[in-house]
């Protein structure tokens, strides 16, 4: 349970999954319209039949339209941060609370606890498990306050039912969207990468990229992409046999780990061939590709690597034309690295920028 409640948050990894597929603002204006639609529901208890008569009634009730009207806003303005997230989950769970503890019909409040069914939704598919046990908790005792309160009234079979249906629904659904999302990122993962080397593959190096220049956008610098395909390694699987050509692989990608920077995006593109991307300050970042060449050469397996490199000012870059500069870095880098190779091979040719 401890090892269970110490995960860490997942809303950054879920937030770039849905802006990489084209779903955030989808999601976005969904969680605005549903947070509007619960906040409708209170006002139509505040003002119909039934309402709070009391001062100190009728005014959580305006609190939680408060906290409403504000998850409303918070959605409609933009896409939260992970803090605001938080304090959207906060604000929910409270006002719903407060909406279940004014209302004078304790029954009615009862079945009303099934709208933080929503709240415990977002919250497992966004955040830590601590997050969602606290709004749990929050659940289980407003849920048994007033199945105390219908009891009393003579109707403790209902409320027992109605209870047992409320916390089957809360807890089920936490746990129902954090599974599906520990298992989404479990098979994403091994989807994302190369068997062999452990690697990015292709289609993951790209969403990783285009994860990083939607982040950068308005950051001043270069994306920096840079192709590697190895010297004469078909003569390893022609002489040693391919067991050798995929240790040699292995070993490859193991110094491309160890050379790279933090935040160089690396991948297995097929065959002998790599790609690498960065975000960097400076044109002369490529040069540090030739310590790539240095490293690769200094293998046991005896083989060398002719690295091509291109770039582009990340301000030139939108989400629209993404794919299109992707190829045109790519090409580019190619051609460099052909020229490498058309000079011995084992060294670095860098093409400049694309546009």
């Excluded at 110094?255 to 400076?282: H, M, N, P």
Aim: aromatic share 8%; with cysteine; glycine share 8%.
């Amino acid at each position: 349970m401890e090892r269970l409640l110490r995960s860490v948050e997942h809303y950054d990894w879920i937030t770039d999954f849905l802006e990489t597929r084209g779903l955030k603002d989808r999601t976005r204006f969904w969680l605005a319209a549903t947070t509007a639609a619960m906040t409708a529901g209170v006002l139509t208890l505040l003002f119909g039949a039934g309402h709070p008569n009391s001062a100190i009634g009728r005014t959580m009730m305006w609190l939680a339209v408060a906290g409403g009207v504000f998850g409303t806003v918070l959605f409609l303005w933009r896409w939260p941060s992970r803090q605001w997230s938080q304090v959207y989950v906060a604000a929910t769970t409270l006002s719903i609370t407060l909406a279940c503890l004014a209302y004078p019909d304790p029954l009615a409040a009862l079945l009303g606890c099934i709208a933080f069914a929503t709240v415990v939704s977002y919250a497992a598919f966004f955040h830590s498990p601590r997050v969602v046990l606290g709004v749990l908790l929050l659940v289980t005792g407003v849920a048994i306050s007033q199945t105390v309160a219908v009891s009393l009234q003579g109707r403790p079979a209902m409320a027992l039912v109605d209870l047992f249906l409320i916390l089957q629904c809360s807890y089920g659904v936490g746990l129902t969207f954090y599974t599906l999302v520990r298992t989404l990122r479990g098979d994403l993962a091994i989807a994302d990468l190369d068997p062999l080397t452990g690697l990015l593959n292709r289609r993951a190096f790209r969403t990783m990229v285009q994860t990083r220049i939607l982040h950068h956008r308005d950051d001043e610098g270069y994306l920096l992409a840079a192709l590697l395909d190895l010297d004469r390694f078909k003569a390893v699987n022609d002489t040693r046999g391919h067991a050798a050509g995929d240790q040699a692989l292995v070993a490859v990608a193991e110094a491309l780990r160890s050379t790279a920077t933090s935040s160089t995006v690396i991948a297995r593109s097929g065959g002998e061939e790599f790609l690498f991307a960065d975000i960097v300050a400076s044109e002369d970042a490529a040069l540090r590709y030739e310590q790539v060449c240095a490293a690769i050469a200094g293998l046991p397996c005896e083989i060398t690597g002719s690295i091509g490199t291109a770039l582009v000012e990340v301000s030139l870059v939108s989400e629209d034309s993404f794919d299109v500069m992707m190829d045109q870095l790519i090409t580019a880098a190619d051609k460099a690295m052909y020229d490498a190779k058309h000079d011995g091979g084992n060294q670095c040719r860098h093409h400049g920028s694309v546009i």
